[in-house]
């Protein structure tokens, strides 16, 4: 059994939770009760207790906050100031968020179950770095002048697509905020963002700070709310240009499907994954058990390009075996706030049960339970590190994304059988490879059909770097330039020469 944080009542002595100031829609540089007055009410998952009661936004709601992103789109300052003043505003963002980062940490900690040192220390900083790099994209925007082969005067003009729909998990809840809204922001186009039900602290509060920054009124609005409601409702709106979502291939499924019937906006997607690490016979065993371990207990598991499919050599895999369920069962699981725990509870009850009808299934399939399995402690969501070995390809727990702490292990002979199996998957977001070999690094990585390789490293991430899968884990990609570009059309304009001495 996992180690369990001694204090494991609560009592909330490593910090002072912050008093939940945001709990309404906002829309239009307002927070605003839902249409309908209803509310949702939010919980902690280390408690299983009630946080707070959220407005509950729907289809009308959303229909309010297109009209005030509209009216903004065509009429208001932020697509018509230069770059270089939208970055400003951007920058003071990032200024604010920084200037309360550790009240923010402890709402995604209290919504989330995230660790609270990592969302100080990782996630937040990550967030504000994603919205300065696209504020110092936001003057740097520009179309071609073409060298034609008429008399014409020939350029194109890059123009933001306009209203964007924005859908985000509740695994990421502050870095998916950014990765969404600052590239669209930069272009010039207003947002309709709607956080996961799960997790809509951090984003209200960040919509607080917008406003504080400058952000004009009706250019962000952030629905919390239902999938089922407010994100179908983005999804089919007539009055939305193009929509981005992360979360299951299933919903993605949905959203594709709204945005075809309703009026053909372009979507962006970023979705599920069952993500393989490869390890070599010449890999560093100490360093591999550290990387799988890592990749799949990172986040409590609860990460879309987890390495929730270890594949080992045959020659080290005893080896390997010995020494991941030893750091397994000594893995801390306990209070997020913590500073000693590495592994806080799951997001959810329903997400929680899921888990756990996964291990469950994977013993009756007849997979080995080598450790863990079970729930922790008497009360909030938390899991054991858990690890499958004897797996076959076939089974749901090889096949299916989890999106917990449970590692598939097996073992491999040959370079052709792992990439085969590597490959035998629906999804294609992520994979690994740990290996001292640069020609097998070489070969690996160019056969496996996933957007994101990582050899020798995990989450190796760069906002520079453009991120997305392959297959049914979606397309479309975030960060770089390229997801700057999913906000912008290009125009083409054309204007006759005449008697002009050159072309």
């Known amino acids: 059994m996992s180690n369990l944080s001694n204090d494991h009542n609560h009592k909330d002595s490593f910090i002072n939770i912050p008093t939940i100031k945001f709990t309404k829609l906002f829309i239009n540089g307002e927070f605003v009760d839902s249409v309908s007055g209803k509310t949702f009410e939010t919980v902690d998952p280390r408690t299983e207790e009630v946080i707070t009661e959220i407005a509950e936004g729907t289809k009308e709601d959303v229909g309010i906050a297109v009209k005030a992103a509209r009216e903004a789109f065509d009429s208001g300052p932020w697509p018509r100031m230069t770059g270089a003043e939208r970055a400003k505003i951007m920058l003071k963002w990032a200024e604010l968020i920084d200037e309360n980062i550790e009240e923010i940490a402890a709402l995604d900690t209290i919504d989330g179950g995230k660790l609270y040192s990592w969302c100080k220390a990782v996630d937040i900083p990550a967030a504000t770095n994603i919205l300065r790099y696209y504020a110092g994209a936001a003057d740097k925007i520009h179309g071609q002048v073409f060298k034609t082969s008429r008399n014409l005067h020939l350029y194109t ?5 306009g209203v964007v729909g924005q859908i985000i998990p509740w695994n990421f809840p502050t870095i998916m905020f950014f990765t969404k809204a600052s590239p669209a922001l930069a272009a010039g186009c207003t947002v309709v963002l709607k956080p996961s039900e799960q997790t809509p602290l951090s984003a209200l509060f960040y919509a607080h700070l917008a406003k504080l920054a400058g952000v004009p009124d009706g250019v962000l609005n952030v629905i919390p709310g ?24 299933e919903t993605g499924r949905q959203v594709m499907k709204a945005a075809a019937m309703s009026n053909l906006k372009p979507v962006s997607l970023e979705l599920g994954g069952k993500s393989p690490v490869l390890i070599f016979d010449d890999a560093d065993v100490d360093e591999a058990v550290d ?65 756990l ?23 909030g969501y938390y899991i054991e590190p858990t690890i499958f070995t004897n797996v076959k390809e076939d089974m749901l727990v090889s096949q299916d994304e989890i999106f917990g702490p449970v590692m598939v292990l097996s073992k491999f002979k040959t370079i052709e059988e792992a990439i085969k199996t590597a490959n035998n998957t629906r999804y294609g977001l992520a994979a690994g490879i740990v290996t001292k070999n640069m020609d097998i690094a070489n070969t690996v990585s160019r056969s496996i059909h996933a957007g994101i390789i990582w050899i020798n490293c995990f989450f190796a991430f760069d906002i520079d770097c453009p991120f997305g899968g392959f297959k049914m884990s979606g397309f479309g990609k975030d960060y770089g330039l390229e997801a700057l570009h ?6 083409s304009v054309a204007t006759p020469i005449y008697n002009s001495p050159w072309l």
């Open 157 to 161: 003009l890059m123009e933001p697509v």
């Open 291 to 355: 990387l799988a371990l890592f990749g799949i207990l990172h986040n409590k598991g609860e990460i879309c390009v987890a390495f929730s499919r270890v594949y080992v050599q045959e020659g080290i895999y005893d080896k390997f075996e010995k020494k991941v369920l030893e750091k397994a069962k000594n893995w801390v699981v306990g209070d997020p706030f913590d500073p000693k725990v590495q592994q806080g509870p799951q997001t959810s009850k329903a997400q929680f049960d899921k888990i």
């Open 486 to 491: 999913k906000y912008l059309q290009a125009k």
């Open 357 to 379: 009808s996964y291990i469950e299934h994977g013993k009756k399939e007849g997979a080995t339970l080598l450790t863990g399995g079970k729930k922790v402690g008497n009360k």
């Open 226 to 249: 239902l999938g089922s409601n407010a994100g179908a409702a983005i999804s089919s709106h007539m009055d939305i240009d193009a929509v981005s979502f992360t979360g299951s291939t």
